[in-house]
């Protein structure tokens, strides 16, 4: 997703007609959904509508922006329109269109397949698929169509993989009209839930919220060793959670965090890393998680308030573990804090912008107290941002009508992209659903790791990387919560525990070469070599790839037990990071040699390993304490030695 359109942005069209069909039907995009969340439709304008016949007036919305604004051929500019796009826009205009208004009726007629229904469905497919290819590129497009040749000749196929006969104008009709496929769940979620988020995180930008918690988090940490990372991790973990592309994460506080890091000493790949791997984090933090948590208690049908306290204590270790590190790598290389002068005032911040946070705790009132529905809840929130920064404003700048009316224009446009992966998790749901290859493709898994939980575990953290390299968040979450999760669920894991262990791998591909997207972005901006920057970047992130399998092993780190047990192991679990973190950065006090770095992280990995996790737990835990006491000892003894000598 690198070469989306960031937020804000608008495309280069050098016909005026067209820059204003874009903006006009950008914010009716964004427009629509608050309309659907706060029942504009039903209540004031009196239509009772389908929940299809709204999702596909948002796709006859969104897919002639696509066609208007994405060229066929990826990462060049927009300059000017071809016919065949336009006339692809005005298909898209007319099929969709088509579906919103007759959906009551064509999707009765599933049996009969009348002619119209499915020359609009077939023409909603082709280019719900086009439009996917040019909005997130080949690698899940290449996806839905392996989806739909196997729905084609999966009878064919032996094994636990067969699928049922199917025709393929029965796969079409059911895909197009069918209430579990492209009209589905996943487009219900797209187009309220994210699109209220991405309004909400607009209007920060809009505002100056982002500048706020970036020049908070200067105050907060600058003064301390190793600063500018400080800031990094602080700043991207406060926004990263929010938003919903770890690019546009790294783009937005990276423009700041990189240069004050490279200032202050940090070499680039490990600057870029920093920025990656916190960014990355913010989709792993609640309250938000990136949108995930909305998505997860919709997948489980839980409460969204389990998710959050499920996802705490992982999300807080992680972060705990990148800030070890990048203090530790502070005090190796001798970098120091950042320059005084580079350091706002913080009273000056804190009058200036003491209004940001309210949004904040009215999101978390509205979800958590008023029951709220999660895009009711963002859009409360951005209602109090709008109120606050047109009266208040941010050091001198007042959010205005112009800038409203652009934060509407600039969410449609971000969000296209996942509108499209939303109806593409459509269609391989619906694909899995009609053939019969979801349970197929889970005893497939299951057998393929041999039924051993440890054989799967590893196989499906190696397919979650693989599956979600080059994707953004909410299409790794979807893709592998339709594909992954259901395995893992049926070899005894934990519902929840599965579909953490699936977002976490995949948010890993984020920073894991060759793919590593979040690294990539962040190696532009350093002007670094991306391989070596995504390296480093697992580095940082090492944590993410650990305590997946921790917390499967233990819910305590899931906050599922007594609150000793939950106590226990989250102490134990900080001694853990700690004590890893210094053998994997080979410093405490002074260097530290190979032998003892071993040391470090064979104790550190003993203490994460919970006490509830099996027969030798408690003893694991003992052990790691014991021999991470002692060695923590040793560098105290041996700086004291060298205090004296010097």
């Known amino acids: 997703m690198a070469d989306e359109l960031e937020i804000g942005e608008k495309p280069r069209l050098a016909s005026p007609a067209a820059v204003r069909f874009v903006a006009v039907f950008a914010a009716l995009l964004t427009l629509g959904a608050i309309g659907w969340a706060v029942n504009v439709y039903d209540t004031y304008l009196g239509l009772e509508l389908y929940t299809e016949q709204y999702l596909g007036g948002m796709l006859t919305l969104a897919l002639p922006l696509v066609f208007i604004t994405q060229p066929a051929k990826r990462k060049t500019p927009r300059i000017h329109v071809p016919w065949y796009d336009l006339a692809a826009a005005a298909a898209a205009l007319l099929s969709a269109g088509y579906m919103a208004w007759k959906f009551p009726v064509l999707a009765e007629a599933v049996v009969e397949r009348p002619l119209d229904g499915m020359i609009a469905g077939l023409t909603v497919i082709v280019l719900v698929l086009e439009g996917l290819r040019r909005t997130t590129g080949n690698v899940l497009f290449g996806l839905v169509i392996i989806f739909l040749a196997l729905a084609l000749v999966g009878h064919l196929i032996p094994g636990e993989l067969a699928g049922r006969p199917l025709a393929w104008d029965k796969l079409a009709y059911y895909l197009a009209w069918d209430p579990t496929a492209i009209l589905g769940t996943p487009m219900i979620i797209v187009t309220t839930v994210v699109t209220a988020f991405v309004f909400f995180g607009n209007l920060l930008f809009k505002s100056g919220g982002s500048r706020f918690f970036t020049e908070i988090s200067m105050v907060l940490m600058g003064r301390y060793r190793g600063g500018p990372a400080k800031i990094s991790v602080f700043a991207s973990g406060l926004f990263g959670s929010i938003s919903g592309s770890v690019v546009s994460n790294v783009v937005s506080t990276g423009v700041i965090t990189i240069p004050l890091m490279r200032n202050g000493g940090y070499k680039a790949h490990d600057a870029g890393a920093i920025e990656a791997t916190a960014s990355t984090g913010g989709q792993l933090m609640p309250p938000i998680m990136g949108v995930a948590a909305f998505l997860m208690a919709d997948f489980l049908q839980i409460p969204y308030a389990s998710v959050v306290l499920a996802a705490l204590i992982p999300a807080i270790l992680y972060y705990v573990a990148l800030f070890v590190q990048a203090d530790l790598e502070a005090a190796r290389s001798g970098i120091d804090r950042v320059a005084a002068e580079e350091i706002p005032n913080g009273w000056q911040v804190l009058k200036a912008g003491w209004f940001?946070?309210?949004?904040?705790?009215?999101?978390?009132?509205?979800?958590?107290?008023?029951?709220?529905?999660?895009?009711?809840?963002?859009?409360?929130?951005?209602?109090?941002?709008?109120?606050?920064?047109?009266?208040?404003?941010?050091?001198?700048?007042?959010?205005?009508?112009?800038?409203?009316?652009?934060?509407?224009?600039?969410?449609?446009?971000?969000?296209?992209?996942?509108?499209?992966?939303?109806?593409?998790?459509?269609?391989?749901?619906?694909?899995?659903?009609?053939?019969?290859?979801?349970?197929?493709?889970?005893?497939?898994?299951?057998?393929?790791?041999?039924?051993?939980?440890?054989?799967?575990?590893?196989?499906?953290?190696?397919?979650?990387?693989?599956?979600?390299?080059?994707?953004?968040?909410?299409?790794?979450?979807?893709?592998?919560?339709?594909?992954?999760?259901?395995?893992?669920?049926?070899?005894?894991?934990?519902?929840?525990?599965?579909?953490?262990?699936?977002?976490?791998?995949?948010?890993?591909?984020?920073?894991?070469?060759?793919?590593?997207?979040?690294?990539?972005?962040?190696?532009?901006?350093?002007?670094?070599?991306?391989?070596?920057?995504?390296?480093?970047?697992?580095?940082?992130?090492?944590?993410?790839?650990?305590?997946?399998?921790?917390?499967?092993?233990?819910?305590?780190?899931?906050?599922?037990?007594?609150?000793?047990?939950?106590?226990?192991?989250?102490?134990?679990?900080?001694?853990?990071?700690?004590?890893?973190?210094?053998?994997?950065?080979?410093?405490?006090?002074?260097?530290?040699?190979?032998?003892?770095?071993?040391?470090?992280?064979?104790?550190?990995?003993?203490?994460?390993?919970?006490?509830?996790?099996?027969?030798?737990?408690?003893?694991?835990?003992i052990a790691g304490t014991v021999v991470g006491a002692l060695l923590v000892l040793r560098e105290l003894i041996m700086r004291r030695k060298d205090s004296a000598t010097a």
Not at 391 to 411: C, E, H, M, N, W
Not at 478 to 487: F, G, I, K, Y
Not at 549 to 574: H, K, Q, W, Y
């Open 356 to 621: 940001f946070p309210v949004p904040f705790a009215v999101l978390i009132v509205a979800l958590f107290w008023w029951n709220f529905s999660p895009e009711l809840s963002a859009l409360s929130s951005a209602a109090v941002i709008i109120a606050t920064a047109m009266v208040l404003g941010y050091k001198g700048k007042r959010l205005g009508i112009v800038d409203l009316l652009d934060a509407l224009r600039a969410t449609g446009m971000a969000v296209l992209n996942i509108v499209m992966i939303g109806a593409a998790a459509g269609i391989i749901i619906g694909v899995l659903n009609i053939s019969g290859l979801g349970f197929g493709l889970t005893l497939f898994l299951v057998k393929l790791g041999g039924g051993n939980l440890i054989v799967m575990l590893l196989l499906a953290a190696v397919i979650c990387i693989v599956l979600g390299m080059g994707m953004p968040t909410i299409g790794v979450y979807l893709l592998l919560a339709t594909l992954v999760a259901p395995s893992l669920v049926e070899v005894g894991v934990a519902p929840i525990a599965a579909h953490l262990f699936i977002l976490y791998f995949g948010m890993m591909s984020m920073i894991t070469p060759p793919v590593a997207i979040a690294a990539f972005a962040a190696a532009t901006l350093t002007n670094s070599d991306p391989m070596r920057t995504g390296f480093a970047a697992m580095r940082f992130g090492w944590l993410a790839f650990v305590i997946p399998f921790l917390f499967i092993a233990s819910p305590s780190l899931l906050m599922e037990g007594t609150a000793v047990e939950v106590g226990l192991a989250f102490v134990t679990a900080l001694g853990g990071v700690w004590l890893v973190s210094i053998g994997l950065m080979g410093h405490l006090f002074r260097s530290i040699g190979p032998a003892f770095r071993i040391l470090y992280v064979a104790a550190g990995l003993a203490l994460l390993f919970p006490a509830g996790a099996g027969a030798w737990g408690a003893q694991s835990d």
